[in-house]
């Protein structure tokens, strides 16, 4: 790499401050209560014979006290009388396996012991039927021979898609509860199609189904549980399009819509399901969803322990390093990609062998005049933006803006052995 590193040594990376922005906050009081009192309220359950089994489905990695918000409704449920157990709702994750989607939910904390109920994970499926654009629709075994079916799962916009109904209940119940072959089914026309899609194969498992309802869960702009709503299975179609407007009215940004260079120190499949979501980056990898800053080069600096090597997302980016690299677990990337029949995601940007050498790379790379006035961003990830650096060329027009609180700086960017210091 010695003609790499003469190419960029004599770039400077400029003196940068730190903004602290404020967001939506809003958390809920009492996530059991709200629970148990909307669950004893549902007239759809004094009709169910006591004792009824009844599978309830958890999988996004993403979402905050997951475990505290699934024992809460197994609470609920066996308070009325009801047997509960866990099935997962996470299509292909876990590489698909029965063992792997055990050990996913155990690192959500939603174990027998944490929510007190059997946990039943399985990939096995059952075929229900055939929608109108030919795909077959697909359900979890155990969970469509329960006595009832519940899913528990954020509302939230899509990385791939914009529509009335993105990732939340509808999602689940078409992919994340058809498992890898559901999933396959449904991503099998592409994102162009899913929005349709995934309400058709929803509406026939409606039909078709003892599902009872949906837990709807939508966090604020710092990652609290802001409002749970369970939504009758009769009312999930007509509710979650409101539900994805409030969702969305809450989601945070980075506020800067020109960007030369980003830097984002870790990428994770619990931060998105991109590992960085784009309506945050505006790096997309379909043309079926818009939004987000115009940045010019992005480069990604790790990935999180939690994603078991899965860098799908990696592919959006313009240069990541060698450590990020070395920590990728292919396989897992790929199953992820083609069953999401999208491929740009999995490929590889320019491998730096540093953090340094990574982030000199994309100034370099910004196409601009004057690199001492290179409009840089440095976050954590695209989950947590309360706070980051911008460099000089962006601290008048941050300091405008009405949620930015503070500016602090400048403040030097510093390395160790090339990997840049934390400073979130």
Sequence with gaps: MDAVRSLIENIDIPPMY??????????????EQSCTEQIGALSRLQKLDKGAHIAIAVGSRGISNISLITASVVKALKDL???????????????ATDEGQTELLAELGVTEEAVGCPVRASVEVVEIGTIASGLKVYMDRIASEADGIVVINRIKTHTAFHADYESGLVKML?????????AKSCHQLGFGKMAENIVAMTRMKLEKLPVLFGVAVIEDGVENVSKIEVVDADDILDREPELLKISKSYMPSIGIDQIDVLVVDRMGKEISGDGMDPNITGRYATPYAHGGPNVSKLAILSVTEKSHGNVIGVGQADLCTKRLFEA?????????????????????????PTDHDAIKAAILTCN????????????????????????EALVDEVSAKKNVVSVEGPLEMKFESGTALPVF
């Design 368 to 391: 601009i005049m004057d690199f001492s006035h290179v409009r840089m961003v440095r976050i954590r990830d695209t989950l947590h933006l309360g706070e980051m650096l911008v460099s």
């Design 18 to 31: 730190r903004v602290r922005q404020q967001f939506y906050v809003n958390p809920l009081d009492d996530v």
């Design 174 to 182: 078409a992919i994340g509860l058809g498992n890898d072959i559901g």
């Design 328 to 352: 990728a677990e292919l396989e897992t990337t790929y199953v992820n990609s083609l069953i999401a029949t999208v491929t740009s995601v999995a490929r590889l940007p320019m491998i730096l």
């Design 81 to 95: 009388g009801f047997e509960p157990f866990i099935v997962s709702g996470m299509a292909s994750h876990g590489k």
